[in-house]
Nanobody
Framework: QVQLAESGGGLVQAGGSLRLSCAAS????????MGWYRQAPGKQRELVAT???????NYSDSVKGRFTISRDNAKNTVYLQMTSLKPEDTAVYYC???????????WGQGTQVTVSS
């Protein structure tokens, strides 16, 4: 069973930066596509950024140019570097793993990011 543990959330002022990390257990990380999603109160969970096992990246329009997703296969970890944060970035951020050949998505428990104005 894959386990994901997010960290790095917190309270930051608008314009500030945070780096989120998501560490995965097991040996399938390097064969997996990874993603960061977020859910604000009263809203649906939405895609923030993804990185494939071949390092192809994709971003939502709302974060493009401000956030950077990366991965370190040696550490089984995916990162989300967030800069120029805005109050509307406030949400719980979740990490998702999708392994090749696996029909299921695996989710972490989430980490809270709060951006004050």
């Amino acid at each position: 069973q894959v386990q994901l543990a997010e960290s790095g959330g917190g309270l930051v002022q608008a314009g500030g930066s945070l780096r989120l990390s998501c560490a995965a257990s097991g040996s399938i990380f390097r064969l997996s596509d990874m993603g960061w999603y977020r859910q604000a109160p009263g809203k649906q969970r939405e895609l923030v950024a993804t990185i494939s096992r071949r390092y192809n990246t994709n971003y939502s329009d709302s974060v493009k140019g401000r956030f950077t997703i990366s991965r370190d296969n040696a550490k089984n970890t995916v990162y989300l570097q967030m800069t120029s944060l805005k109050p509307e970035d406030t949400a719980v951020y979740y990490c998702k793993l999708k392994a090749v050949g696996d029909l299921s998505d695996h989710w972490g428990q989430g980490t809270q990011v709060t951006v004050s104005s």
